[in-house]
């Protein structure tokens, strides 16, 4: 009897082992939907969906999505991994989806202050209209360099500044040349060349992915 109580034990715990809980990683978000790395794979879904190993998308927001994992529920922030028995751990590169508009925003932070941010390969710097600069407390006029910058609806007088950080995901450059323009234009924050050339980026299968250096 003592025999047949071991191997029961014994098997428990390989089934268990069999069953360890997936790696999982939040990669790239966009509404209503976010790219999760499940043990490697890559895969969109979009809320209510399940994926590889079970894992369901129960809601997700501008940093992180709530996850079924296994049948219990974890939060899980974008570009964080969660593994069984394992922290939290920080990654260097980030996938973005394309949004419904044809446009690739992700969430990100200027200096400490949350931003959404509009992918631009086409703006030389990041850039952002004064109201936005003045939330996020850039005292543009004091520390900034007049300048004038040339846009769709003409050339603007602008500031141009030098922002201590600029992180999207777990990337963060530092000292990264930003253009304040007078007036309500840009409508979004638009991250720019001056913070993309000093990143790896590209496109996968339809996804932007950033990496640091």
Known sequence: MRRIELFAIALAC??????????????GLFPNAVVLNIDGARKLLRVGESGPQGVQVVAADKSGALLRIDGVERRVELS?????????????????????????????????????????TG?????????QANRLGID???LGRPLMVSTA????KAWGVVLSSVKVGEIEVRG????ILEGSAPGEVLLGMSFLSRVRWGEEQGLLVLEAK
């Open 176 to 179: 990264v040349q930003a253009s």
């Open 14 to 27: 390989v089934s268990g082992l069999l069953h360890a809980a997936p790696q999982v990683q939040v990669v």
């Open 80 to 120: 964080r991994e969660y593994g069984q028995g394992s922290a939290p751990a920080k990654r260097t590169q980030v996938s973005i989806a394309r949004g419904n508009s044809g446009h690739y925003w992700v969430p990100g932070s200027i200096q400490g202050f949350p931003v959404q941010f509009l992918v631009d």
């Open 140 to 142: 543009f006029r004091v």
């Open 123 to 131: 703006a030389t710097s990041v850039a952002m209209n004064e109201a």
């Open 153 to 156: 609806n003409g050339t603007v």
